[in-house]
């Protein structure tokens, strides 16, 4: 319970990776890593080996899974060649890695014995199927890393208790009906690098999810900015996909936003008004498009501090284009904003355009800096 409370506290002044860091804290606490690692590994790949004495679990017939290194707490069975889930993994393992094995399979009974399961790494294995009832016992599972497996889908009943899911670069080419059903905790969701095109994600995917926070669907095949995920959202990466255009209701859900990234897409219109939406954004990446003018809503935007706009199509900059003509509008004064790689023409901007941005080297506009 107090693990949960550090982490939903810590939940609220980012999202991004902090909960890995926040996992070691957790471990670190539990005096689980205070020891140093094993300096002769030699022992770990004999079956029936006892762990050193400082790390034995209380059962004295404890037993370490065949190709792993259990310290207390923690099971470790990265790079081991392993097909399966290792049986008889210690009823206390809060940390299970299983990270670069050849694992096809999650099946029905291979977690029923770890009730205290915090973290499970399964990264980069050929996973194909989780069966449903597969995390049925887990009911503690905050971490489900899944990245680099073979999966067609969000697997169906997953832990309510998530609190981050990566399952980037799978074959996921839809996000189903309630695929999340009932993770009202979960905040990070990492889904990049997989074949989902913007409709196939189901309008109630999301449906019971509230309070996720960061999502990353880079590297996929969206064609438009979607519509559905959830309205909390702080950070949104949508980087390196196909969407041409941004329509004007595409952000009207997610008024919360203060990151986002549309880099590297092929964005050539962006709705009037349609930023306008977003008050609370503070930094917007749209570098690497084809947009041929700085968007209108964009000196609306009270805190946006850091705007990319290089290597796009921007031919014409006008002098209220960053700052309002009103000067008290802006709440916070631009730290950045870069322009190289567009035909326009330096020379040609007045100096004025950029009144609104702070430090001298604010704004990157090619060989030279102003
Ligand atoms: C590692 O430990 C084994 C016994 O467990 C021993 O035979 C071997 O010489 C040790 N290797 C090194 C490099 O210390
Ligand atoms: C967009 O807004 C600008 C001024 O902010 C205006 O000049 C332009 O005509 C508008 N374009 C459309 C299509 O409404
Ligand atoms: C840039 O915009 C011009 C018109 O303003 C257009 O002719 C040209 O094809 C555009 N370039 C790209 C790469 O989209």
Known sequence: MKTFVFLSIVALCSAKSLLQNEFLHFLAE???????????????????????????????????????????????????????????????????????????????????????????????????????????????????????????????????????????????????????????????????????????????????????????????????????????????????????????EDFRRYKDLYRLDLSFNQIKDIENGSLAYLPNLRQIHLENNKVKKVPASIKKLKYLQAVYLHNNNISKIEVDDFCPKESRIKKLYYSGISLFGNPVKHWEIEPASFRCVSGAHGVQLGNFRK
Not at 41 to 54: D, E
């Open 30 to 248: 539990q005096d689980i890593m205070l020891q140093d690692p094993p300096q002769n590994t030699s022992h770990i790949i004999q079956p029936q080996q006892r762990s050193t004495p400082a790390s034995t679990p209380d059962d004295p017939f404890f037993i370490c899974p065949l190709k792993c290194v259990c310290q207390v707490r923690v099971v470790q069975c990265s790079d081991a060649d392993l097909q399966s889930v290792p049986a008889k993994i210690p009823k206390d393992t809060v940390m299970l890695d299983l990270q670069n094995n050849k694992i096809t399979e999650i099946k029905e009974s291979d977690l029923k014995n770890v009730p205290l399961l915090y973290a499970l790494f399964l990264i980069n294995n050929q996973i194909t199927k989780i069966h449903p009832k597969a995390f049925r016992s887990t009911k503690h599972l905050k971490l489900l890393y899944l990245s680099w497996n073979l999966l067609p889908q969000i697997p169906t009943n997953l832990p309510a208790s998530l609190l981050e899911l990566r399952i980037d670069d799978n074959k996921i080419k839809k996000i189903q009906k309630e695929a999340f059903k009932g993770m009202k905790f979960l905040h990070v969701l990492e889904m990049s690098g997989n074949p989902l095109d913007t409709t196939g994600i189901e309008p109630d995917a999301f449906d019971g999810v509230l309070r996720l926070i960061y999502i990353r669907i880079s590297q996929a095949k969206l064609t438009s900015v979607p519509k559905n995920l959830p309205s909390n959202l702080y950070e949104l990466y949508l980087d390196h996909n196909k969407i041409s255009s941004i329509e004007l």
